[in-house]
């Protein structure tokens, strides 16, 4: 239940990091109060996971989820560029997840 924990910490932790684009500067009301509240639930979230995962490993998971989400969405929503160099690194990222989910025995 702690890795379903963590994906879905990792998934909020997207929604907060896109969700600034949109607070423009946190200068937007209804943009800036959802990307608090992903923020406190990311983070809730990752606390709750933590108290039986490695500290490492999870921090480390829940930071690869959220770049990884991000790169993507900021490719599909904001038409950031795509590039070989780009989908290698985010290719890594996922290959170091998954490592580290296989190397963890929680």
Request: proline share 2%.
């Given at each position: 239940m702690?890795?379903?924990?963590l ?7 997207v929604?907060w990091a896109?969700?600034?684009k949109?607070t423009e ?6 943009p800036?109060v959802?990307?608090?509240?992903a ?11 933590m ?16 770049a990884?989400g ?7 929503l ?6 070989v160099?780009r ?11 998954i490592?580290?989910?296989l190397?963890?025995t929680?």
């Open positions: 702690a890795w379903i924990i994906a879905i910490a990792g998934l909020f932790e929604a896109i969700g600034l949109y500067g946190f200068s937007r009301l209804w800036t959802g990307t608090v509240l923020m406190a639930v990311s983070l809730w979230l990752l606390g709750v996971a108290k039986s995962l490695p500290v490492g490993t999870a921090y480390a998971i829940w930071v690869g989820v959220g990884v991000t790169v993507i969405l900021g490719i599909v904001f038409g950031e560029p795509v590039n160099a989908l290698i690194s985010v290719a890594l990222i996922i290959a170091g997840i490592g580290l989910k190397a963890t929680a």
